[in-house]
Structures are given as C-alpha cells and as structure tokens.
C-alpha cells in the first residue's frame, strides 16, 4: 500500500477513516478482505481487498513441508506464527506475505478509484488505491498484528483447518517413520529395563528407584515459550476476576526460575586440590 498510494491518501485514510470509526462493516471471507466505508457522501462505499489464494496441490505441499519441519511445526500447532516463516515457502516457488503493489487487487465503488482506474469496480484489479482501499489495508494490517494466522485465510485456508491438517500429518510421518518429539529426554538405566506385568509392580508403584538421581534432564528453556497453555488457548472462564491464562505463566516462570536457580546452587562444589592441580598443568 505504501508503494502504491500518495502519502497525503495514507494520511486520510488512517486518521479520518481508520482512526475515526467510519468503517461500518469488514470481513474477511477467504482471499479477501470486504468493507463497507462510511465516506463524505450519504451513501457509503464498498471496498474490496483480493489475493491471490493457492491451489489445493500447493496447499498439500505446503503442509507437508511444514509437517517436515519439527520446530515449524511446534511453534504453529502451539498457536505462534514463526518469524521465518517464508522458509518454507520459498523452496515451493511461493511467497506467503505479498511483497509487491501488483501482488494485491482492490477495488471500490467511489468516483476517485472509478475515475482513475477507468471504470466501476466490477472486479478487483490493480490499480490505483483510493483512501477507502488504504483505510481497509489500515485495518487488516492492524487484525494480522493481533491474529498473525489470519494471513493463511487470505491465501484460502482457513487456519484451523491449517492445524487440523498438519496435526494429521504429523501423525502419519509418525506412524509411518516413527514419531520424534520436540523435546528429546532420556532416562538413563530406565529406558533398558524389562517391562514387568502391572499385577506385579502394584505394591512399590510409586517407589523412586535409585537411578532417580541421576535423571538426565536439561533445565534448559524450551523453543516455544508455554506451549501447554498455548495449546489450551485461552482460559473457558470468561468473567474470572483475573485473567487465569496469564497467572499461570507468572507460575510457570517463577517455578522454572526458582528450579535452575537450585540446580546452579545444589551443583557439586570444585575439589580445591584438583582445580589447583589443572591450574599448575596449564
């Protein structure tokens, strides 16, 4: 928008219709946005914002590629557009986000885009963007700020299909090739152990067992900042007097902080000998 339209049309569009509410109507069907824009005439005008959608064979490679891409896949199954996300798209010979002013179609039904676009908006073209065109843009780009997967539905699938899909794909590239998680732990002396029939471990179930101190556990932050309560989504109590989502990340921090802040002070101390020793030898 800001290659194609004159700065003093930006500056009208954001203040005197962006800002100032005349927006009477927008939605976001798949590939487009459509808004109803409240200009100096009586009658206000229809707006039109249209993208290029992919097909369903590029969509199929899409998921797949993100279903090959472990950390792609973590980050959006837990609900965060990963900054390079282009990464995967690049190799598919498509781009997600337009880059270019003739990558975007527009249209609208005011004497300034019909005049100087030759013509009524009987389709959206690249053209010329009126300050209705540019006041829309205003508003989408401020939604894709707040719902960054929203920019899936303008290439034309909705995104919770999206997750839907890679989830079952990932399930198939598990089923298929064995599953490999996203967090790799392993339990030294556990994992060789004979399985032994449940009849027989009842009594002593609950009972640590002496490798437990050595568990092999990194205390290391994850690639995805709470990917638990990003899967939930937000919190079903709608009028709790505090936002419960957002209390149990302050708890998860604070036990996380509080846990590597006692596996630093409970690390074994340095022989004083030994340090000396490797101190003279160097």
């Known amino acids: 928008m800001e290659q194609a339209a004159a700065g003093p049309r ?3 569009a954001l203040d005197d219709y962006a ?3 005349q927006t009477k109507r927008i939605a976001f069907p798949p590939g487009r946005v459509d808004a109803v824009i409240q200009g100096r005439a009586d009658r206000p005008y229809s707006t039109v914002i249209a993208f290029e959608t992919f097909s369903h064979e590029q969509w199929d490679r899409i998921v797949e590629a993100m279903a090959d891409g472990a950390l792609y896949a973590a980050k959006l199954l837990a609900g965060e557009l990963p900054p390079n996300i282009e990464d995967v798209f690049a190799p598919l010979g498509i781009k997600l986000f337009p880059v270019e002013a003739d990558e975007v ?8 885009w019909r005049q100087e676009n030759g013509g009524e908006a009987v389709q959206p073209i690249v053209g010329a963007w009126c300050k209705h065109v540019c006041c829309a843009a205003y508003l989408l780009a401020q939604r ?3 719902e960054p997967f929203m920019i899936f539905q303008l290439r034309g699938l909705d995104a919770h299909e999206l997750l839907e899909r890679l989830r079952q794909r990932r399930v198939v590239v598990g089923a298929g090739l064995g599953f490999t ?3 790799v732990q392993r ?12 009849e027989e471990a009842v009594g ?10 050595s568990l092999d556990i990194p205390l290391t932050p994850p690639p995805v900042s709470h990917p638990i309560l990003r899967r939930l989504g937000q919190s079903p109590f709608v009028n709790a007097p505090f936002p419960l989502v957002g209390l149990l990340a302050s708890c998860y921090d604070t036990i996380s902080q509080a846990a590597k802040s006692k596996a630093s002070t409970d690390a074994p101390p340095v022989d004083s000998s030994m340090q000396d020793a490797a101190e003279g030898e160097a």
Do not use: I, M
Not at 204 to 213: I, V
């Open 181 to 183: 998680p996203v967090y």
């Open 105 to 112: 179609r527009h249209a609208c039904t005011c004497s300034q």
């Open 187 to 198: 339990v030294q002396g556990v994992a060789d152990l004979p399985n032994r029939p449940l």
């Open 204 to 213: 002593h179930f609950w009972d640590p067992a002496p490798s437990l101190a």
């Open 10 to 12: 930006l500056v009208e």
């Open 19 to 21: 800002r100032a509410g």
């Open 144 to 146: 894709l700020a707040s």
